[in-house]
């Protein structure tokens, strides 16, 4: 694939930001040390990353410089002062232009994610192949021995055809060219450019003076498999950076503000500081992390722990910025600015891990820095000797441009998406969406698996698993009851029941208790049994799996509903075929210790952590990570987002939330666990298939090229020769298709084995 990424993503042209607005957007990190976040559209690949780096890290003033690749984004740390001068903040950015030549501005929030790009990629690819279909049928004709101006007028028309379809197209390969050439570098667009400019040119010259072959069909079909390889390229990245911003938009806007008298003023969330109050109504987001002052509320706190069951809060309860208040009104006084707040934690968190992740390059972008230079150097060589000693400056300059095109990297450059294209499809008729084509790459190398419990695991559906000694009566009084609340165990009661249940008027919901109303038999309340009874009674859920429901007349006990969240098919057979793949499993929750510690007994795993905030399941990852473990998460919930992407790589169901799914790499459609060992088994055969191709790819090149420079390959044998080591990749690729998914049994008559030696490596 090509080094540098077109000019036209995302570019921001027109004067650079000046000293005084980077002064005034950066912010006060340390003493005497200041941040600046700047967005650089066009950085495509670790090429680009390492220059940008390294400008940067040369000038005295800066303390660190990273580059994030999903997001665009540079994040620069610098010196206010070097000796006893001070910094100009533009000096930063006049690095990055002298580098690299992209443009550069402030970053902020809805920066363009790169659709524009890719809708004018696509539309590129599709008037290429338009193109190069048009003209091979009428290459055929000439082919076929048509006189000489049929022949001729053929070549015009095919002329025409191809010039829209390099000016188009190619450009995305000139203008990577030219930026690379202007300051002294070269890239794997340089000879794709000179290629195509080249056998263009010489083919018009050959039309002009009635020459009996020309070579638009090449240029033109040359240029269609650069563009698919570009295309996929830059969708399976744009893909990856959906997870943070999604995340941001999570976080509300603002919030009403309660003055000292009484007064209310709603103000942006960014102008809240701690100490002030905050009013939140039923429905609403928490927008900073505080204490409840006063009212109370059932929260949805998935967001924190990832538990599926509400958590009641009160005067003097802290929360955190992103729970929901479900049941009721709260005033919450903030403890912290929005910046440094839970939510503005887990969007830090995953862009340090994106960043890290961006990293990963693949083997054709490094081998760029050699394979560009190897090929110009061998194309000047054949032209000069061909030249000097055969004496014939044309045919030395149509042996120079064989030599570009049968050593264009298209086989290269297909060898690692074509796969992932194939294991994608295969994964997605297994209900596998692929969001990332290179976690392909990672998960092949996982050696231990970490699940999320709520949601992954399980299902996150309470499950009514004991009635006890409750009638069908009962039932329908409770149910009666539930209808009038959102709570999920009341919709779990709801939808349990059969037959009629009585109508209740008046019914008070209390939040973080129950249900309560007044009928002809009595006062009837449904929750908790502290509220339903008046005592505390005997209530084991905490140490265990469970969630106790009771109902009540006139504080007396009538029945007693125990609720489990029901857990995912499959699951014990997957943890068992992942043991069979020599891979250690365990469990990362926010949930309660004995909920965690009963459905670990259940699957059979010994490994496991609860009670984690969304910091600690990202760290517990990373940890693995320096101990030199690929780890792989698969988790649901917003407070799984950091560890799913600090992660080696990351899976999640398609009933996570939102962020989740969108910091995840592989999305499973169904209810299955048994999607996790597939994608697995699946991506360690495509990673073997893209070692195969890499190898069929240099091996052409090994062959073909002493075949071009000894002058025995003419532009179109070349262009040829260098489609025909595409299809090789690609039918090679195809073979993914043929082969089968392990035998389950075996998985599981090994499983048990296999995890007693693989349990260790999760500590």
């Known amino acids: 694939m090509s080094c540098c990424a077109p000019g036209t993503e995302g570019s921001i042209t027109g004067q650079l930001p000046s000293s005084e607005e980077l002064a005034l957007s950066s912010r006060i990190v340390g003493p005497g040390l200041r ?3 700047l967005s650089v559209p066009q950085v495509h690949c670790g090429t680009c990353i390492t220059a940008i780096e390294t400008s940067l890290k040369a000038l ?34 006049k690095a990055i232009a002298d580098a690299t030549g992209y443009d550069t501005h402030l970053f902020s929030d809805g920066e363009d994610s790169g659709e524009a790009l890719q809708r004018e990629l696509i539309r590129a690819v599709a008037l290429s192949g338009f193109a190069a279909a048009n003209i091979m049928l009428l290459s055929v004709s000439v082919w076929s021995g048509a006189d000489a101006s049929t022949r001729d007028l053929f070549h015009w028309i095919s002329a025409m055809i191809a010039a829209p379809a390099l000016i188009y197209g190619g450009r995305f390969f000139y203008q990577s060219a030219w930026r690379a050439l202007r300051r002294g570098r070269t890239n794997m667009d340089v000879p794709i450019a000179l290629a195509i400019t080249l056998s263009y040119a010489v083919s018009v010259w050959e039309t002009i003076h009635h020459g009996q072959h020309a070579w638009f069909d090449a240029t033109v079909s040359l240029l269609f498999f650069l563009l698919i390889g570009r295309t996929l390229d830059h969708i ?73 069951a509400p958590r009641a809060v009160r005067a003097g309860d802290a929360l955190q910025a992103g729970m929901l208040s479900l049941t009721g009104s709260l005033v919450l006084v903030a403890t912290a600015s929005a910046r440094q707040s839970f939510l503005s934690e887990i969007i830090a968190l995953m862009e340090a891990a994106e960043g890290g992740r961006a990293r990963y390059r693949r083997i054709a972008d490094r081998a760029a820095q050699v394979y560009s230079p190897a090929v110009h150097l061998l194309a000047l060589l054949a032209f000069l000797g061909w030249g000097f000693f055969g004496g014939d400056w044309k045919q030395a300059m149509l042996i120079a441009i064989a030599v570009l095109i049968i050593t264009c990297p298209c086989a290269l450059g297909l060898a690692v998406p074509v796969v992932q294209v194939v294991a994608a499809g295969r ?14 790459e ?95 009674g005997v209530d084991t859920s905490a140490a ?85 473990h690929k780890v792989l998460m698969v988790g649901d919930g917003i407070n799984d987002a950091p560890a799913l992407a600090a ?111 693989g349990e260790a490596r999760l500590a």
């Open 35 to 37: 941040q600046t976040e």
């Open 60 to 93: 005295p003033a800066v303390e660190r410089a990273r580059v994030n690749l999903s997001t665009k984004r540079v994040s620069i740390i610098w010196k206010e002062m070097v000796g006893n001068e001070p910094t100009d903040p533009s000096s930063l950015v």
């Open 236 to 308: 399976m990245r744009d893909r990856a950076r959906s997870a943070i911003s999604g995340l941001a938009r999570l976080s509300p806007r603002g919030a009403m503000i309660i003055g000292k008298d009484g007064s209310r003023e709603y103000r942006a969330v960014e102008d809240i500081a701690p100490g002030e109050r905050v009013a939140i109504a039923m429905g609403e987001r928490v927008p900073v992390d505080g204490v409840v002052e006063s009212g109370a509320s059932d929260m949805d706190v998935s967001i924190v722990n990832g538990e599926s």
């Open 427 to 440: 994964l997605f008729k297994n209900g596998i969406m692929v969001k990332d084509g290179s976690a392909m």
């Open 442 to 536: 990672r998960l092949a190398e996982v050696d231990t698996v970490a699940f999320d419990k709520t949601g992954t695991l399980t299902l996150g559906k309470p499950k009514l698993v004991n009635l006890g000694s409750a009638t069908a009566a009962h039932l329908a009084v409770a149910a009666g009851l539930a209808a009038h609340s959102r709570h999920p165990l009341s919709k779990a009661l709801t939808g349990i029941a059969s037959g009629p249940v009585p109508v209740f008027y008046d019914v008070v919901e209390i939040p973080g208790q129950g249900l309560e109303a007044r009928s002809p038999q009595g006062l009837y309340r449904l929750g908790n049994r502290r509220f339903a009874c008046g005592d505390s």
């Open 544 to 628: 265990s799996s469970t969630l106790e429901v009771i109902l009540s007349c006139d504080g007396k006990e009538l029945a007693r509903f125990l609720f489990e969240d029901e857990l995912r098919p499959d699951s014990r057979a997957a943890i068992d075929e992942l043991a069979a793949q020599g891979l250690s499993s365990g469990i990362l929750s926010g949930d309660r210790q004995g909920s965690v510690s009963s459905l670990a007994s259940r699957l059979g795993i010994t490994r496991w952590a609860a009670e984690l905030a969304p910091k600690a399941k990202a760290e517990f990852c990373v940890s693995l990570a320096e101990q030199g």
């Open 647 to 757: 992660a080696h790589v990351s899976i999640a169901p398609a009933t996570a939330a939102d962020i989740g799914r969108q910091a995840a790499d592989f999305v499973f459609m169904h209810e299955s666990l048994e999607a996790v060992p597939l994608a697995i088994d699946v991506s360690r055969q495509a990673g073997r298939l893209i070692r195969q191709n890499f190898a069929l790819a240099i091996g052409y090149n090994i062959i073909a090229v002493p075949i071009a420079l000894a002058g025995y390959a003419t532009p179109l044998i070349a262009a040829i020769a260098m489609s025909t080591s595409s299809i090789i990749v690609i039918a090679n690729a195809l073979r993914l298709n043929r082969t089968g998914h392990p035998n389950r049994h075996i998985a599981t008559a090994t499983g048990h084995d296999a995890r007693q030696t």
